[in-house]
Each structure stands twice: as structure tokens, then as C-alpha cells.
């Protein structure tokens, strides 16, 4: 799993210039690796209700997965598996700031050799 540093904004879904930068890292270890399927997970923190939180995660993996399309030359037969889980499976504490921020985020992953 890759986490590489793609976290949002409170209620966002829009990619900052810095998960931008984050992403090409990524992008160049896809198209290097080839895997026959990407992971693209979408998380949120605890705030607002759990079902806004589904839609926001999913558009969070969905703006990662075309960023990182146009950031590879070719993303040939590659399948992308988007999923969205809202606030489930949180990683930080979300009664702190700090915490609720590291969990507004996206995971990506993918199979590799060996």
C-alpha cells in the first residue's frame, strides 16, 4: 500500500498541488511495474454524516485515479478498483484536528511481483 501523501481539505475532494507532486512518484512506479490492477481507496474523517462521507471518498479516489492517469504516458490494460468507505477503517484519532486530518485521505495499492 502506498499512502504517499495524498490527504484533503475538510470537505474536499480536489487534489492540492502537493498530493499532485506526491502522485507522480506513484504514477512512475505504476507504469514502471505494470500491474495487471490499481486500488484506489477514498477515506474521510468522522465529520458530517456518514453517507456525505461515502460520496466524498468515492470523488476522492475517482480525482486520484484520473490524476494519475494523466500523469502516466500510458495506463494501458491497467483495471483501477474505485472505492469510497466514507469513515471506516480510520487510521488516526478523529477527535483531534491533526488526526481528522491524516484520515481525509486516499490509499493506493496494487499487486507486484515476487
Not at 486500488?39 to 484520473?66: K, M, P, W
Not at 492517469?69 to 477503517?89: K, P, Q, R
Request: cysteine-free.
Amino acid at each position: 500500500m502506498l499512502q504517499a501523501g495524498v490527504l484533503f481539505e475538510e470537505s474536499e475532494a480536489q487534489l492540492s498541488e502537493e498530493s499532485l507532486a506526491a502522485l507522480e512518484a506513484v504514477a512512475s512506479a505504476i507504469e514502471e511495474e505494470q500491474p495487471e490492477w490499481v486500488n484506489i481507496f477514498g477515506f474521510t474523517d468522522s465529520q458530517g454524516s456518514y453517507e456525505f462521507g461515502v460520496q466524498l471518498s468515492n470523488e476522492r479516489a475517482e480525482n486520484t485515479q484520473l490524476a494519475l492517469i494523466d500523469l502516466m504516458d500510458d495506463a494501458g490494460d491497467i483495471t483501477f478498483n474505485i472505492n469510497g468507505y466514507s469513515e471506516e477503517y480510520f487510521l488516526y484519532d478523529n477527535s483531534t484536528a491533526e488526526g481528522r486530518q491524516k484520515n481525509r485521505r486516499v490509499e493506493i495499492s496494487w499487486p507486484t511481483g515476487g
